[in-house]
T-cell receptor, first 119, second 116 residues
Framework: AQTVTQSQPEMSVQEAETVTLSCTYDTSESDYYLFWYKQPPSRQMILVIRQEAYKQQNATENRFSVNFQKAAKSFSLKISDSQLGDAAMYFCAYRRSGRSGGSNYKLTFGKGTLLTVNP | EAQVTQNPRYLITVTGKKLTVTCSQNMNHEYMSWYRQDPGLGLRQIYYSMNVEVTDKGDVPEGYKVSRKEKRNFPLILESPSPNQTSLYFC???????????????FGPGTRLTVL
């Protein structure tokens, strides 16, 4: 079974600084997706960024970028120029590719990292 | 507006009193799923459905039932709730694709359930 580990229960960053959230995962599959979700106090699950395992290039979305190390099974999220609105719980998640077979689009989540942004 | 809706958003109930949390999506998605979120555990899948009348267990199905009689609706049923089912529940949906290419999974706003 796949597992996702977030080793940092809490992190803090100064406004305008850069912070990196860590995530490692375990899988025997070669084709899969990795995600970072943001959950603000409203509790809504917001997709921040997605990485497809067969793509070597790291995904970026504005101030958010990932460092995807497939061999090491590592998937960290870097937030640049941190803003007060970035304060939230961040979840790393894994999903097998549909091309791998099976019909369940289940997301396997880590336990989350609570990010505080200090003004 | 494309969305997944859940009702109720908040519910406080007592042990053993049957309840249903509704989930509805307006995107004609084939796949729907329920997760529960607990502190320190992240989100875990309860049940999922690939289409009408097709449902299967996720990782933590004990104490829950689901049904999928219509494509847009996927209710979560707790026939005899217990305090360990106090949690935050999310419904999610996505399109199934014959080519199995990626489709984004959309989440509902969550239902906070407390069982006394």
């Amino acid at each position: 079974a796949q597992t996702v580990t977030q080793s940092q229960p809490e992190m803090s960053v100064q406004e305008a600084e850069t912070v990196t959230l860590s995530c490692t995962y375990d899988t025997s599959e070669s084709d899969y997706y990795l995600f970072w979700y943001k959950q603000p106090p409203s509790r809504q699950m917001i997709l921040v960024i997605r990485q497809e395992a067969y793509k070597q290039q790291n995904a970026t979305e504005n101030r958010f970028s990932v460092n995807f190390q497939k061999a090491a099974k590592s998937f960290s999220l870097k937030i640049s120029d941190s803003q007060l609105g970035d304060a939230a719980m961040y979840f790393c998640a894994y999903r097998r590719s549909g091309r791998s077979g099976g019909s369940n689009y289940k997301l396997t989540f880590g336990k989350g990292t609570l990010l505080t942004v200090n003004p | 507006e494309a969305q997944v809706t859940q009702n109720p958003r908040y519910l406080i109930t007592v042990t053993g009193k049957k309840l249903t949390v509704t989930c509805s999506q307006n995107m004609n998605h084939e796949y729907m799923s329920w997760y529960r979120q607990d502190p320190g555990l992240g989100l875990r899948q309860i049940y999922y459905s690939m289409n009408v009348e097709v449902t299967d267990k996720g990782d933590v199905p004990e104490g829950y039932k689901v049904s999928r009689k219509e494509k847009r609706n996927f209710p979560l049923i707790l026939e005899s709730p217990s305090p360990n089912q106090t949690s935050l529940y999310f419904c999610a949906s996505t399109r199934d694709s014959p080519s199995k290419r990626y489709n984004e999974q959309f989440f509902g706003p969550g239902t906070r359930l407390t069982v006394l």
